[in-house]
């Protein structure tokens, strides 16, 4: 079975990046100073510093590996790629929302960048999916929980 494509702005990528390489060069060092102290304190079995830093390696190596993976599965979109008249992963997109007669602006983005308090929305969430592949004047209905949202496309850049 085919992975998950890790759908990725420019900047996301960088950002994944830039951790990657953190994690790797600077706590992978830093945790490895932390067991070799505690290692240095005698007894390990009732050794708390050792079991925390042992702890912080295993959260390092496993974060480590959650992005390389995704990076092994990136479609990186590119901004020249977008055409300013469709919703695509990268636009931002301003909208009307219907209910409340007010505007909002988001950026699509995939969902390992997603925040919505931001302003950045993943193109799996029930409005980045609605938005996705319409154009400026278009409405959108998204379901939520308390009942359905319109919204009315106001510009895409």
Known sequence: MAEKKTVLTVDGL????????????????????????ARGQGDLSENAEYDAAKEEQAEIETRIALIEKMLRNAEVIDDDDLDGETVGVGSTVKV????YDEEVEYTIVGSTEADPIGGRIS????????????????????DAPQGPIKYQILGIS
């Open 14 to 37: 960088k950002k994944l990046e830039e951790e990657l390489h953190e994690l790797k060069v600077v706590r992978r060092k830093d945790v490895a100073g932390k067991i070799k102290e």
């Open 123 to 142: 193109n799996e969430s029930p409005l980045g999916v609605a938005l996705l592949f319409r154009k400026s004047g278009e409405t959108v209905v998204v």
């Open 96 to 99: 009307l929302d219907m209910e």
